[in-house]
């Protein structure tokens, strides 16, 4: 019997999605939070700002590594067993972040145990949806799932500067530990998949681990060292950026992981990840424009907080508050168009989506001047946030519809590699055009400015050959002030930098709209017809065209 026969009387449960949502949303929470509490943490744990960096880096690391083995093991012991043991794993970290006296003991609760939590809840995730919905109910449920994780992802400034501010960030993590006790005490009114028989391919595991371990580091890395060419002050390999090096030897192995799990898929031994998933074209198709949304997506939250918060120089609270809009209108969209077009295409609605996004970007950027306000971020982030919603929509069921149910954690497991792979190389892509463009406006702008005198420019080429820092007026005028420079040539040196902040700003932007417009080209591959139609249910099921595939997708 299918998980959608056994699950007729508690599909569309409203506990059921609250349940997922709430673990969707416990993932997403903490970096957005730990982002605007760097400072307190730092002085509360005895560290620096580099230090709860490379904490925020190890997480991101660890839970990307660790997707595809976390989604296999899902599988193994069962969606509802992972999600639970993920949950209490995610619980202890958090724990054990709250209580933290040391960096160590942070780097261990979170960025480890939450790291390794994460992993096992986030393809859970995915797979219990399609256990606890009928394919025509699952629109909404992925969509506002995703909606859950975007509303984190907002919703974390505004949560961690008013903790912050009125009380310690250290609540912030209690209070998830509460979370996660109830989430445990209702998990059993989720419908499970029974186990598969299968073994854990720890060879393959390895190489999925050390593989995407070092493409997701290099990329978070790259604003550090540089891409190719090495920052003067950053280690280099060969001549080289060790980023180029960590890409090159993360795709190597990945490409041995792939041709393994060929070779196990040939003689009957069970892979990380069946090789049919890379010949189904739907569900290509739909990871690609998932990699694309998130690359997209986290362009945006990278330059619309800097504007905000660096620009306007806006509390966490205040720019929480700003871009707060873009997660109503994201939820709105992402429950609204499965509940009032219930056929709509896929594909139109994904295009769609893209197209609000494009204009909201573009809205944004001609509308960065020196005279711009915080008031000319509303029309673009409920336009953003309308455009998110419509592929989240839509995505997460495309994605699952193009396989049988049996093999929903595996998609759930290269799904959350894809969107996590695409917001670490969006930050990374946007952050590295922003910090160029900021420096050359900078260094050409001091250069050319007859008020700044001539030993201030050959000294400003050097020192800042690397980068121009991102920072706001008041931190410049106090610098300026220490340095003891005269008042004309620091009111020459604010202005240049004003200036080239906004031009950073538009650069990083107008980047984000062609990595959307490129969206558009890909979104080709998805199905026209709406997923859930009766007649897809056996086309959906058909993960290539190889009649052995077609024969090992309908047995469980």
Avoid at 506 to 524: E, K, Q
């Amino acid at each position: 019997m299918s998980a959608g026969q056994i699950t007729t009387a508690k599909a569309g449960s409203g506990l059921v999605l609250s349940v997922l949502a709430s673990g969707q949303f416990l993932m997403t929470l903490d970096s957005s939070v730990m982002n605007v509490s760097m400072a307190a943490v730092a002085s509360d744990v005895h560290t620096t700002i580099t230090g709860i960096q490379t904490a925020i880096t190890l997480y991101t690391l660890v839970m990307a590594s660790l997707m595809l083995s976390g989604g296999k093991i899902g599988t193994i012991i069962g969606r509802r067993r992972a999600f639970g043991i993920g949950l209490a794993i995610y619980g202890a970290g958090s724990l054990t972040t709250a209580l933290a006296p040391s960096l160590g003991v942070l780097l261990l609760g979170w960025s480890l145990f939450e790291g390794i939590g994460a992993a096992l809840i986030m393809p859970a995730i995915v797979s219990l949806v399609a256990s606890n919905f009928p394919p025509d109910r699952r629109s909404a449920a992925y969509g506002l799932l995703a909606a859950a994780g975007a509303t984190a992802v907002a919703a974390g400034p505004l949560i961690g500067g008013s903790v912050t501010t009125f009380a310690s960030w250290r609540y912030v993590f209690a209070g998830e530990v509460v979370l996660v006790l109830v989430i445990l005490l209702v998990l059993r009114r989720v419908e499970d998949v029974p186990p598969a028989r299968a073994r854990l391919d720890l060879a393959g595991s390895a190489l999925s681990i050390v593989g995407l371990g070092m493409v997701v580091y290099g990329v978070l890395r790259s604003g550090d060292w540089g891409w190719v060419q090495p920052k003067t002050s950053g280690p280099t390999v060969l001549g080289l950026s060790p980023v180029v090096w960590l890409l090159i030897g993360g795709l190597l192995v990945l490409y041995v992981f792939v041709r393994r799990a060929s070779h196990l898929a040939a003689v009957g031994g069970d892979s990380l990840i069946s090789p049919e998933l890379f010949q189904n074209q739907r569900l290509i198709g739909g990871l690609t424009v998932f990699f694309a949304q998130f690359l997209v997506q986290a362009g945006v939250f990278f330059a619309v907080p800097l504007f905000l918060s660096v620009v306007l120089e806006l509390s966490a609270l205040e720019t929480g508050i700003r871009i707060f809009p873009l997660s109503v209108a994201l939820v709105l969209a992402a429950a609204g168009i499965p509940k009032l077009r219930p056929q709509a295409s896929p594909q139109r609605v994904v295009r769609m989506g893209l197209m609000l996004m494009i204009v909201g970007i573009l809205i944004l950027t001609a509308g960065l001047d020196p005279g711009a306000n915080a008031g000319i971020v509303a029309v673009p982030m409920l336009l953003m946030g309308l455009g998110l919603g419509a592929m989240a929509s839509q995505l997460g069921a495309v994605t699952v519809s193009a396989v049988p149910d049996s093999q929903s954690a595996e998609v759930g497991g290269l799904q959350n590699t894809a969107t996590n792979l695409g917001a670490s190389l969006g930050t990374a892509l946007i952050g590295s055009v922003l910090i160029a463009t900021l420096g050359s406006s900078f260094i050409t702008g001091i250069r050319d400015n007859p008020a700044v005198p001539q030993p201030v420019k050959e000294q400003t080429s050097v020192q800042l050959a690397d980068g121009v820092p991102f920072i706001s007026d008041t931190q410049l005028q106090n610098g300026l002030d220490d340095a003891k420079v005269d008042r004309g040539t620091a009111d020459a040196i604010m202005s240049v930098n004003a200036s080239s902040r906004l031009e950073a700003l538009r650069a990083a932007l107008a980047l984000t709209a062609l990595l959307a417009i490129g969206a558009l080209f890909i979104t080709g591959r998805l199905p026209r017809e709406a997923v859930g139609k009766p007649n897809q249910s056996a086309e959906n099921s058909q993960p290539s065209q190889m009649p052995g595939n077609r024969i090992k997708g309908t047995t469980t």
